[in-house]
C-alpha cells in the first residue's frame, strides 16, 4: 500500500472513530471501504444490466462502445460519431433481413412524415401528429375532396373519428382508422369537442372495382386496391356479370397495392366454401383467424398477378391458390404481406418495423415464402396493355383476338 493512501485511510479511521468516539482498528476500516466499494459496484452493475436488458445486451453495448473507441483513438481521418450511430442503427435492422423494415435517421423521418402526410389522400387531408391537443392537425386540403366538400379546414386538429379517440394513436394507426371508414358516412371530432364534421365517402372508392363481359363469355373483374367497400363492390361487380351470363371469372389483381384485411375476407368469403381463409398473427403467436359460411360460387376463375400485387391482394390470390379454386397468371408476387408500424426513437430518428403478418390456410407465411408464385408464369411484353381487350371479337380459339395484354390473353385461353 502507497503511503498517501494509507495516510488517507488512517485520516478517515481517526475521524471515523473519533466522530461515534468508538475504537476501530485501521484494518477494518480497510474492510469496510472495500465492502462499500464493491458493493457500489455491484449495484451499479446490476442496474446497469437491467437498464439495458440483460446480460447479452449489456455485452453488444460494450462492443459497441469498445469499437467506437478504437475508432476514435485509431482512425486515420476524422470520426463522424452521429454518421457511426446512424449507420449502426440501420445494420441492426437491416439485419433482421426484413425488406420492409428500415431505421430511418431524423432528417429522413421528417421526410417520410411529410411525404406520408402528403400521400394521405384518402379522403383528401394531409395529417401530421399534433401533441399539444392530443390528435392529428390538418396540413392541407385537396380540391373538391370528401374533406374538403365536408368544411374541414387546414389548422384543424382532429381528435377523435366516430367518437374513437386518436390521443395515443399513431400516424399509421389513425390512416388505417380512417381507411375503415371509406365508402361510409363518419364523424370527426374537431379538437376537445367544440366541433363535429360529418364527412360523406359513400362514393370515394368507386373506381376501386371495374368489370366488363369479355366476347369469351368470361367475367373480367380489375380490383386496384383493396381499400374500404372494394370488397362488396367486387362482390356486386361478379353478381352483375353472373346475371349477364358470365361463365367463368379472371379476377385482375395486378399492381393492387392491397388494404384492408376484412376488405379482402368479404370476397374470399363470398367465393369460397366453409372454412379458415386465413389469419393474422403477431410478435406473440396469436392469430386472428377469419373463416368463410358455407355460402360459395363454382365458376372456372383465373387469378392475375405480377410484382406489384402486394400484401392483402397477395394473400387472396394465395388463398385462392390453396383452395384449388383458381388458376394464377402472370408474375411472381415478392412477399409484401406484413403490417409494418413507426416506432419513433428518443432522438427523433424511427424505425419502420414488420410487426404482424399473414398466414395462408396451411398456415404459410407469404412473406417468408418469398411471394406467390403462379401456376403458369407469363410476362407481358407491353406494360402499357395490362387490362385491355379493345377489338375484342372471340376468336376461334375463344380468347380475344386483339390485346397486346399477354398475362390476360393466357388468362381468358386457359378458361376457354
Not at 386496391?225 to 379476377?251: P, Q, R
Request: proline share 2%.
Amino acid at each position: 500500500m502507497s503511503k498517501i493512501a494509507r495516510r488517507l485511510l488512517e485520516r478517515v479511521w481517526f475521524f471515523v472513530s473519533g466522530f461515534f468516539n468508538i475504537g476501530i482498528s485501521l484494518k477494518a476500516v480497510v474492510l469496510l471501504l472495500a465492502l462499500a466499494i464493491g458493493g457500489t459496484y455491484a449495484w451499479v452493475h446490476s442496474d446497469m444490466l437491467k437498464a439495458v436488458g440483460g446480460k447479452e445486451d449489456y455485452e453488444e453495448a460494450m462492443r459497441y462502445i469498445e469499437i467506437k473507441d478504437i475508432l476514435d483513438e485509431r482512425f486515420i481521418d476524422t470520426v463522424d460519431r452521429k454518421s457511426i450511430g446512424d449507420n449502426a442503427s440501420a445494420a441492426m435492422v437491416a439485419g433482421l433481413g426484413d425488406n420492409w423494415s428500415y431505421f430511418m435517421t431524423a432528417d429522413e423521418y421528417r421526410t417520410y412524415q411529410l411525404s406520408s402526410s402528403n400521400d394521405y389522400s384518402d379522403i383528401g387531408m394531409s395529417l401530421v401528429k399534433d401533441t399539444s391537443l392530443g390528435g392529428f392537425q390538418v396540413i392541407s386540403i385537396y380540391p373538391s375532396s370528401p374533406a374538403a366538400r365536408a368544411g374541414v379546414g387546414t389548422g384543424m386538429v382532429i381528435t377523435a373519428v366516430d367518437g374513437e379517440k386518436v390521443r395515443d394513436y399513431t400516424t399509421d394507426q389513425v390512416r388505417t382508422l380512417i381507411r375503415s371508414k371509406l365508402n361510409t358516412i363518419f364523424r370527426l371530432e374537431i379538437g376537445n369537442g367544440q366541433m363535429i364534421i360529418e364527412v360523406d365517402c359513400t362514393n370515394s372508392n368507386a373506381e376501386a372495382v371495374s368489370y366488363r363481359l369479355e366476347k369469351t363469355g368470361a367475367g373480367y373483374v380489375q380490383i386496384k386496391n383493396f381499400e374500404a367497400g372494394s370488397g362488396k363492390s367486387a362482390v356486386d361487380a361478379i353478381e352483375k356479370l353472373m346475371s349477364d351470363g358470365a361463365v367463368s371469372f379472371v379476377l385482375d389483381l395486378r399492381n393492387n397495392s392491397g388494404g384492408l384485411s376484412s376488405e379482402v375476407a368479404t370476397l374470399l368469403d363470398f367465393l369460397l366454401p366453409s372454412g379458415r381463409i386465413f389469419s393474422e398473427v403477431g410478435k406473440d403467436g396469436k392469430e386472428i383467424v377469419t373463416s368463410s359460411d358455407g355460402m360459395c360460387i363454382q365458376f372456372p376463375m383465373a387469378v392475375l398477378i405480377n410484382p406489384g400485387t402486394f400484401r392483402e391482394a397477395e394473400l387472396c390470390a394465395a388463398v385462392l391458390k390453396e383452395f384449388k379454386w383458381a388458376t394464377v397468371v402472370g408474375e411472381p408476387t415478392t412477399g409484401n404481406t406484413r403490417s409494418q408500424e413507426t416506432i419513433t426513437l428518443a432522438d427523433g430518428s424511427a424505425i419502420r418495423l414488420s410487426t404482424r403478418t399473414y398466414l395462408t390456410p396451411n398456415g404459410i407465411d407469404i412473406s417468408k415464402a418469398g411471394g406467390v408464385v403462379p401456376d403458369s408464369i407469363v410476362y407481358n411484353s407491353d406494360e402499357s396493355a395490362t387490362g385491355t381487350t379493345e377489338g375484342t371479337t372471340g376468336g376461334q380459339d375463344g380468347t380475344a383476338s386483339i390485346s397486346a395484354d399477354d398475362q390476360l390473353m393466357a388468362a381468358l385461353r386457359y378458361l376457354s
